[in-house]
């Protein structure tokens, strides 16, 4: 694994964004993973900032989600749909319909995930784009004896949608159940950008990148994979290198 632990919030956003500046002009047809969550937005704003600039264009990219909520509209503003609109697509010059989550309002849930499955299955990513939840998901492959390949329905643990309920009005507004794609889709990306950033991530970073590679731990699944990129601030970085845990 290549870990790069940076000074400030803004190197780690430009060193991202410079990553996938760099293999869209060099593969203008690139397929990209993407996430969502408080973690990208600096570097989707980056992204933005170098196609506004010119520096590169979206019209050949395509992009796969890791993730939505069941039972959001795209116009809920809590879906992930909205978030990727707001956040990165209606501000760069990708096609809309090269952009692709799981459909949050689809009727029949099972065959939403045959769909979106299929998707994936036909065009792997070249570079996934993954935060890291503090119980160690990855997308929402929560911690469990056994983690699913492909894209599935997940029932939310309580703790993650605690954590989310700061998007929410309230915690009750948090829906219990989301589509995810498998940890399988995920590793089949050609290469992973894993972020992560602040003090109270520190302990579950040490654990994903260095302990055992366990279900229980979904990030640490990572460790298997031949190309991840770490970005990391001080504080998410700062138990690495010591014997704190
Ligand atoms: C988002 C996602 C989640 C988040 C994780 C970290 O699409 O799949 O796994 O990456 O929950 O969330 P933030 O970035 O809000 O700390």
Do not use: W
């Amino acid at each position: 694994m290549d870990i790069r632990i940076f000074d400030t919030n803004e190197q780690l956003d430009q060193h991202a964004a410079k990553l996938f500046v760099d293999l869209v002009n060099e593969k203008p047809d690139a397929v990209l993973g993407l996430a969502t969550g408080s973690t990208p937005i600096g570097i989707y704003r980056e992204i933005i900032q170098a196609c506004n600039e010119g520096k590169v264009s979206f019209k050949q990219v395509t992009t796969y989600n890791l993730d939505e909520y069941v039972g959001l509209a795209p116009d809920n503003d809590q879906s992930y749909a909205y978030y990727m609109s707001e956040n990165l697509f209606s501000k760069v010059d990708i096609p809309t319909d090269h952009t692709n989550l799981p459909d949050g309002m689809a009727a029949d849930p099972g065959k939403e995930c045959v769909r979106y499955n299929a998707l994936l299955e036909a065009s792997p990513a070249d570079i996934q784009l993954l935060g890291l939840g503090h119980n160690g998901h990855i997308g929402f492959n929560e911690p469990h004896e056994e983690l699913i390949n492909g894209t599935h329905v997940v029932t939310l643990k309580e703790e993650t949608r605690q954590a989310n309920a700061r998007f929410f009005e309230s915690l009750d507004e948090v829906p219990t159940r989301a589509y995810t794609m498998g940890v399988g889709s995920i590793l089949k990306a050609k290469s992973i950008l894993l972020v992560v950033r602040g003090a109270d991530k520190a302990a579950i970073v040490k654990e994903a990148l260095t302990g055992p590679i366990t279900t229980q731990v979904p990030a640490s699944l990572l460790q298997t994979h031949p190309r991840v990129i770490v970005l990391l601030d001080r504080e998410a970085g700062r138990m690495l290198n010591s014997n704190e845990s």
